[in-house]
């Protein structure tokens, strides 16, 4: 059974700090996805791995294979970054299997 | 380039009812995928349709039903609404499917069942 595992379940951050979030999952992928989703529902893909590192703007997602876990950082973390970031790994369908979510919350 | 379309965005109904959702996918993509996410259980796969055609389906009852229309568009049903279906439910569309495809997702439309 795949599973995707993240932590922290929920994240405060002041401005301006490095953040990390952390997903491991348990069977091998194809892809790894980063997702964000503010509230209202609205879901954005932030990255889209399946070895190595992205960068886009102030966000990093890095992936190891062998240790089936992935991270996605922020560097220099603004207010406007507060939302819900989840991650997802390939089920055994072609769908996606979801994480719990990590909420982050950034005080100004 | 518009994006992925739901409706509506809000509906409330009451248990027994059935209730139908839209999606309508980037133009080009030819893959819609649905999800149900609630605070107890996150998000999970519904269904995924591909040219007409259900092509992966998750590990819910058979209430929960979907069609694609040859333009892409997609629908989905709940029959016989029960309180614990309140979720918000989302679609997302890529040009192909598969895990291995950058998916974009809907607003959303969250149901309340009462």
């Known amino acids: 059974k795949n599973e995707v595992e993240q932590s922290p379940q929920n994240l405060t951050a002041q401005e301006g700090e490095f953040i990390t979030i952390n997903c491991s999952y348990s069977v091998g992928i194809s892809a790894l996805h980063w997702l964000q989703q503010h509230p209202g529902g609205g879901i954005v893909s932030l990255f889209m791995?399946?070895?190595g590192k992205k960068k886009h703007g102030r966000l990093i997602a890095t992936i190891n294979i062998q240790e089936k876990h992935s991270s996605l950082h922020i560097t220099a973390s603004h207010p406007r970054d507060s939302a819900v970031y989840i991650c997802?790994?390939?089920?055994?369908?072609?769908?996606?299997?979801f994480g719990k979510g990590t909420k982050l919350s950034v005080k100004p | 380039k518009a994006g992925v379309t739901q409706t509506p965005r809000y509906l409330i109904k009451t248990r027994g009812q059935q209730v139908t959702l839209s999606c309508s996918p980037i133009?080009?993509?030819?893959?819609v995928s649905w999800y149900q996410q609630t605070p107890g259980q996150g998000l999970q796969f519904l269904f995924e349709?591909?040219?007409?055609?259900?092509?992966n389906k998750g590990n819910f009852p058979g209430r929960f039903s979907g069609r694609q229309f040859s333009n892409s568009r997609s629908e989905m049903n709940v029959s016989t609404l029960e309180l614990g279906d309140s979720a918000l439910y989302l679609c997302?569309?890529?040009?192909?499917?598969?895990?291995?495809?950058?998916?974009?997702f809907g607003q959303g439309t969250r149901l309340t069942v009462v």
């Open positions: 997302a569309s890529s040009r192909t499917g598969g895990s291995d495809t950058e998916a974009f």
């Open positions: 349709y591909f040219s007409e055609t259900q092509r």
């Open positions: 997802a790994d390939g089920g055994s369908q072609g769908n996606l299997i």
């Open positions: 133009s080009g993509h030819r893959s």
């Open positions: 791995l399946s070895s």
